[in-house]
């Protein structure tokens, strides 16, 4: 697209947005008036002009070294390296130092992060940083009134989040602003970005040609703190896109069948990127999507190339500036020709089926055309009792707009959803907008229930009332995760995802066996006719209309801004450093658990009610593997206190362990720690006395999360090693003198009388054993500034 297309389509945009709505808050710079004019838009919080220039000269200065044609993730990744000239590069080897640009955290996981920030002892922030409070509000009855309620109930922890970010100089969106990743996506996400978040979803950003990376509590400190942020450099996979999205397929139903193909542990230490001719029929929120979703392959990050579907929906969102400043560098912003991927996966949208993913993982693929009989013959519940829309995944004017379609075909003919049915707006920007173009009204007369512009069932956040704990039932959703009990705390749910279309289709018969694409239905007056197909603007005609403010930025002077924590509260604590390491070897542990089967973060450290708790380390380590299968009698929660040979619940033995000074570890099966990046999953087996976590594989951000917080992780050099661990084996770890990168740990197994040596391996590199032996990398950071100020 020409440079002069794009500044008539800017201006174009800009003008409707002048009619119809009142300027967005500028994301660039948080301190500025809502009256910004797009040049202005287009500057950073430290009033630096968009980084394209300084990262070209970095990436010359890698293309020099590295000789050969670069994939757009290298480029954007390689162009964010502290030293360009020394800098060892290697895909799937090198550790690399990034400066990412911005830091975005949600406000479950904030408050341990900035709990961690204020035990650095540093007064400010040293890049832009934000705080997103969108997951603490639990769908009840509506949005407003479960917006109310949250307020109420979380006003102490939304209180201290508003005072750190005042005083710590980050921007602060307020409940009910919306989901953080259709934040970031709206105001904050541009192509060639760098930004990491404190939530696994946080890939969002890669619908807009960003790299956005999902990380622990820990990893966020160190960029605010400024220190560098490291990364194993990630391999790449290519994703051809051929062909065109049309009728009933939508963008969910590419990541859906790339999970089929990879599997929830295949993109493991690689970014997924998307490239071919088909990436031109998706949208920009629709690549949002794509990418969004990645996080289910276990995938570091997802990214598209720059195109005119960017171009759109930056000018749509009051940022046609940078849409011309990104073209100017569009050679940054897309892959090399020739370039190389470690793996290559051809999609042909022409031929793609719409899918239904699940349930209890979000691999396992049905085609429409074939869910009612793998159904049926799987035994899966055949009635769905709830569908739900919306999420951080899918929650965009577009998909609002496609289903609302979908519903105002089925009220033409007399009919509504048969079943409950759950909107969730992703921000207000979005509720605003779509409530000022009649689709909120739609869905009401639909049936649906509007709910508050948050996470809310996705993430376990749901009063749910219509089925009994331990009812076997059905339902489906938009959302992107499906593990057990995920949504609503009942292990026999069985959850099925798929795009919002399929799910609002789904919703007015209220059955699996139903296929839209072929199935008849019968209308008020007793004809058949079939549903159209779903129909959905890309972009609003009248522009965004961005609601009610809720947005906070920082005080120019934090000086006299306070953060209080009340030393009695049972939802906020002030952390204490963790203990270092003494330098001996970790001899006769004790296996607190060996957990047998799929371990995500929600069987280690679960959501829904225990988010409450999420800044008060002790109260929340009450919910440590209480979802873990144990191998020794196949129950939850259940475990031998080894000391004691008395059953109990596995945070009860653990502090039993840790009153007795008995130092423990965790042993569990593959992928361990996949889902979300919540480092609880991390803090609290510390917190508890464990020192070892000791797995077949783990999942990226939860392996970076242990080493953050000094614990050894350990992956068996055999897996079939796994089964000489018993209940009641003593564990030793020798030579820890002498950890060194690359080299396996002796791993000595006591049973009984008979020991047997084995060995363990690891990925530490030399400044994460660093971490190991300060006892946290917060601890290694805090050394590390004490001998720059000496």
């Known amino acids: 697209m020409s440079k002069k297309i794009i500044s008539q389509t800017a201006e174009r945009v800009r003008r409707l947005c002048r009619k119809a709505v009142k300027p967005l808050m500028s994301p660039w710079n948080m301190s500025m008036s809502s009256k910004a004019s797009g040049v202005e838009m287009c500057r950073l919080e430290k009033g630096n002009p968009l980084p394209y220039r300084l990262l070209s000269q970095k990436l010359?200065?890698?293309?020099?070294?590295?000789?050969g044609p670069l994939t757009l993730s290298e480029k954007v990744l390689y162009s964010h390296i502290e030293d360009p000239s020394g800098q060892e590069i290697e895909r799937g080897k090198s550790y690399l130092l990034l400066r990412p640009d911005r830091v975005a955290l949600q406000d479950a996981t904030a408050q341990m992060a900035l709990m961690q920030f204020i035990s650095s002892g540093l007064s400010k922030v040293a890049v832009p940083s934000t705080v997103h409070c969108d997951h603490l509000i639990e769908a009840q009855k509506c949005g407003e009134l479960d917006l109310k309620r949250a307020i109420d109930m979380n006003k102490e922890v939304y209180d201290f989040l508003a005072s750190a970010c005042a005083k710590y100089g980050l921007g602060f969106w307020k409940p009910g602003s919306g989901i953080i990743h259709q934040i970031i996506l709206e105001n904050y996400a541009f192509p060639g970005l760098l930004m990491i978040g404190t939530d696994s979803h946080t890939p969002n950003g890669g619908g807009l040609g960003g790299?956005?990376?999902?990380?622990?509590g820990a990893d966020a400190v160190d960029v605010m703190a400024g220190m560098p942020w490291e990364l194993k450099c990630p391999k790449v996979i290519g994703v051809n896109l051929t062909g065109k999205i049309s009728g009933w397929t939508s963008p969910k139903d590419v990541i859906l069948k790339v999970a089929e193909i990879l599997t929830v542990k295949g993109g493991t230490g690689a970014i997924i990127e998307y490239h071919g001719k088909g990436c031109e029929s998706i949208s920009c929120t629709g690549m949002a999507t794509i990418c969004n979703m990645g996080a289910e392959i276990g995938a570091t990050t997802s990214v598209f190339p720059f195109n005119e579907r960017m171009i759109r929906y930056l000018c749509a969102t009051g940022r046609g500036a940078i849409a011309e400043e990104a073209q100017k560098f569009k050679k940054l912003l897309v892959?090399?020709?020739?370039?190389?991927?470690?793996?290559?996966?051809d999609i042909d949208l022409d031929k793609l089926e719409p899918l239904v993913n699940g349930p209890y993982t979000p691999d396992l693929a049905h085609p429409i055309s074939k869910l009612g009989e793998n159904s049926e013959k799987n035994g899966y519940p055949m009635e769905i009792k709830v569908g739900l829309i919306g999420s951080c995944t899918n929650s965009s004017y577009e998909d609002m707009g496609r289903c609302a379609s979908i519903a105002q075909d089925a009220i033409d003919h007399g009919l509504k959803t048969k079943i409950p049915f759950n909107v969730t707006p992703g921000s207000e920007q979005v509720r605003a907008t779509i409530e000022r173009d009649g689709i909120l009204e739609v869905f009401n007369k639909f049936g649906g229930t509007v709910l508050a512009n948050a996470c809310g069932p996705c993430i376990g956040q749901w009063d749910r009332k219509d089925v009994k704990m331990g009812e076997k039932n059905t339902i489906v959703t938009s959302y992107n995760r499906n593990f057990t009990g995920r949504n609503d705390a009942n292990p026999a749910t069985h959850c099925f995802v798929t795009s919002p279309e399929m799910v609002t289709a789904l919703s007015i018969v209220g059955c699996l066996s139903f296929n839209p694409l072929k199935d008849e239905l019968t209308d008020s007056k007793g004809k058949k006719f079939k549903l159209k197909e779903p129909k959905g603007e890309e972009l609003p005609a009248k522009g965004f209309d961005p609601g009610q403010n809720t947005y906070s930025p920082p005080p120019k002077d934090t000086r006299s801004s306070k953060v209080v924590v009340d030393p009695k509260s049972d939802r906020l604590q002030l952390l204490q450093p963790f203990e270092k390491w003494d330098g001996k070897d970790l001899t006769d542990l004790t296996v607190l658990i060996k957990v047998k089967g799929k371990c995500t973060t929600d069987h280690i450290s679960a959501a829904g009610p225990w988010l409450k708790y999420r800044g008060h380390l002790d109260n929340i380590s009450n919910n440590m593997f209480i979802g873990a299968v144990n191998a020794e009698n196949n129950e939850m929660n259940k475990v031998k206190n080894q000391r004691s040979n008395d059953w109990g619940t596995v945070p009860d033995v653990a502090r039993d362990y840790k009153a007795n000074k008995i130092?423990?570890?965790?042993?569990?099966?593959?992928?361990?720690?996949?889902?979300?990046?919540?480092?609880?999953?991390?803090?609290?087996?510390?917190h508890l006395g464990g020192v070892a976590i000791i797995v077949k594989s783990f999942a990226r951000i939860h392996e970076t999360n242990l080493k953050k917080q000094g614990l050894l992780a350990l992956t068996f050099a055999n897996a079939s090693d796994y089964d000489k661990i018993q209940p009641n084996s003593k564990l030793s770890l020798l030579n820890l003198a002498k950890l060194t990168p690359g080299e396996p740990v002796e791993c000595e197994i006591k049973t009984g009388g008979s020991s047997e040596k084995i060995k363990l391996n690891h990925s530490f590199n030399a400044e994460q054993i660093e971490w190991f032996k300060a006892g946290s990398a917060l601890n290694r950071m805090k050394e590390t500034l004490a001998k720059s100020k000496k």
């Open 211 to 216: 790299l956005c990376v999902g990380v622990g």
């Open 60 to 67: 010359e200065c890698i293309k020099k070294r590295l000789d």
């Open 335 to 345: 892959p090399d020709e020739g370039c190389k991927y470690d793996q290559v996966i």
């Open 663 to 686: 130092k423990w570890v965790a042993v569990g099966e593959e992928n361990y720690g996949e889902g979300s990046s919540r480092e609880h999953a991390a803090l609290e087996p510390r």
